[in-house]
Structure formats: C-alpha cells, structure tokens
Antibody, heavy 116, light 107 residues
Framework: VQLVESGGGLVQPGKSLKLSCSAS????????MHWIRQAPGKGLDWVAY???????VYADAVKGRFTISRDNAKNTLYLQLNSLKSEDTAIYYC???????????WGQGVMVTVSS | DIQMTQSPHSLSASLGETVSIECLAS??????LAWYQQKPGKSPQLLIY???SLQDGVPSRFSGSGSGTQYSLKISNMQPEDEGVYYC?????????FGAGTKLELK
C-alpha cells in the first residue's frame, strides 16, 4: 500500500489549492479515504472522509470551504481547499479507512502554508 | 463532538521499563479506539485498533485495553525506537477525534 500526496505550497489567505493523493497497492475503489491535518507542532485533526460510494463527511472547521472527491479510474483522492485561512496552515495527510474506522495507512503528508 | 482526554502529556522511561498511556472519551465509544505512534518528521503509524487488536507488524510489547469510555496503551520493555508521540483516536462517531498526544522519551 502506498499513498503519495502532492499539490501543497504557499498560498495567500482567501485563495484556493487542490491536493491530490495517489494510491497504489490496493483496490482503491473499495476503500473509504480520509484527509487529516496537523498544524506545525500540534496534534492531529480529522478533516474529511469520502466513502467508497462517494458519500462525504466534513469537520465543521472546513465545511463549506473544502471538498473531498475521488477518481477511482485514476486511483486518486482529492481535497479542494477554498477560502483558505491562516489556521488552515498544516501538513495534510491522506489515509485509508479500514473496517474498524481507523486509519491503517497514511501518506507522507504535504505542507500547506496560508500566508500573505 | 466526542472529546478524547489523553494522559500524561509527556513521560520518560528507562530501557526495559513498562509504561502506560490513558485515554478517556467523553462518551462511550464501543471499543472503536485506535492508538498511533508518530516519530519526528514522519506520518503516524497505526499500532492498535478496536481497543486491543495489534496491527500487523507491530511488536507484541505494545498492547491495548479498555472499554466504554476508558482505554489504555501499555508499552512493555521500553526500547529506544519507541520514542515518539502517541495519539489515541475514536472512530465511533463523526467527527473522528484524537487525543492531544503523549510524548514518550527514553530516560
């Protein structure tokens, strides 16, 4: 199993960014997937979930601003980040959801910095 | 939201020592509790799922227990590679939530 995030970078407040997570080594279409973030020096915060059938759930802090999606043909998970705020600055990890509602595989993470 | 209160915030252990980390949920989570280890600059790694099941490849010196709202992670025979930050996480109800983390260092 391998998860590789990309698309991070420095962005101004109010702007947008799209993160990608390329999956390999498992049947991507059969698994729910999550995004989790970690602000510099802080703990872990769950961000969003998409089921294998593309149902979605969001943390209140990002609801209406972030959109999680997937392309099973490309084995890729996405996170569209709009109206970014300084408090969105974090490492963003994609992770696979296993049967027991835990994150059994994680990507290496991608840094998003929101600053003017 | 379910609050996860993790303790202690930090601890140090000698080689071979046994340590425990506690996690208290603000409501019952029916054993949907996981433990992760994170080393500096790395992504978290799953250690324990469903409160007491050991993830494949994780050394047997790690064990989990608990039920209802109280859960714990025990590390027996502390090794240098066990240094890191440990997080509990509930997967019972969205939003999934984590404890604040416990930093474990070798004394």
């Amino acid at each position: 199993v391998q998860l590789v995030e990309s698309g991070g970078g420095l962005v101004q407040p109010g702007k947008s960014l799209k993160l990608s997570c390329s999956a390999s080594g498992f049947t991507f279409s059969s698994y729910g997937m999550h995004w989790i973030r970690q602000a510099p020096g802080k703990g872990l915060d769950w961000v969003a979930y998409i089921s294998s059938s593309s149902g979605t759930v969001y943390a209140d802090a990002v609801k209406g601003r972030f959109t999680i999606s997937r392309d099973n043909a490309k084995n890729t998970l996405y996170l569209q980040l709009n109206s970014l705020k300084s408090e969105d600055t974090a490492i963003y990890y994609c992770a696979r959801k296993d049967y027991y509602s835990v994150f059994d595989y994680w990507g290496q993470g991608v840094m998003v910095t929101v600053s003017s | 939201d379910i609050q996860m209160t993790q303790s202690p915030h930090s601890l140090s252990a000698s080689l071979g020592e046994t340590v425990s980390i506690e996690c208290l949920a603000s409501e019952g989570i029916s054993n949907y509790l996981a433990w992760y280890q994170q080393k500096p600059g790395k992504s978290p790694q799953l250690l324990i799922y469903y409160a007491s099941s050991l993830q494949d490849g994780v050394p047997s010196r790690f064990s989990g227990s608990g039920s209802g709202t109280q859960y714990s992670l025990k590390i027996s025979n502390m090794q240098p590679e066990d240094e890191g930050v440990y997080y509990c996480q509930q997967g019972y109800k969205y939003p999934y939530t984590f404890g604040a983390g416990t930093k474990l260092e070798l004394k």
